[in-house]
């Protein structure tokens, strides 16, 4: 298990990339995540619904991580913790680079954890919890405080 869903986010990273230098990849985006999954931050919890108006949201998401210079995402480490014969817990370290308004590039590192679900070789993301990515940006120069 852990080899495939070590391939299914490096492809996840692959599709972040390739949509942060061209046209948004929404419906790639969206086949990695379950029907119906959570998304957990500090700001709340919120269902989603993998559906057309989420695939809208995705290409939405990409415009605005354009428009304040992000230029890639890399996994730096991946860990996979099995829960059972389906399903995992993965806490994958990013390393994200921007481009700053005022001056040069400046690289952030923060991770995120997701819960996956993987049956018949197909792995979808069903809930993942991320930190505060807006006080990152500022704290690092990428957005105004």
């Known amino acids: 298990m852990k080899k495939t869903i070590e391939t299914f986010f490096r492809r996840y990273e692959a599709t972040f990339n390739e949509s942060l230098a061209g046209a948004p990849k929404a419906d790639a985006t969206a086949e990695a995540f379950a029907d119906d999954f959570l998304a957990v931050s500090p700001q709340g919890v919120a269902p989603g ?10 290409a ?3 415009g605005y991580y354009r ?5 890639s995402m890399r996994i730096v480490t991946l860990k996979t913790t099995s829960l059972d014969e389906y399903h995992a817990l993965v806490r994958v370290s990013w390393l994200s680079r921007y481009k700053r308004p005022d001056s040069g590039e400046v690289e952030i590192p923060f991770d995120n954890v997701y819960l996956v679900r993987t049956v018949d070789g197909a792995t979808k993301i069903f809930a993942y919890i991320t930190g505060d990515e807006q006080k990152a940006l500022q704290e690092n120069g990428v957005l105004p405080q």
């Not at 619904?49 to 995705?58: A, G, S, T």
């Not at 428009?67 to 230029?71: P, Q, V």
């Open 60 to 62: 939405q998401g990409y």
């Open 49 to 58: 619904k993998n559906d057309e108006r989420f695939r809208e949201v995705i």
């Open 67 to 71: 428009a304040i210079g992000t230029e």
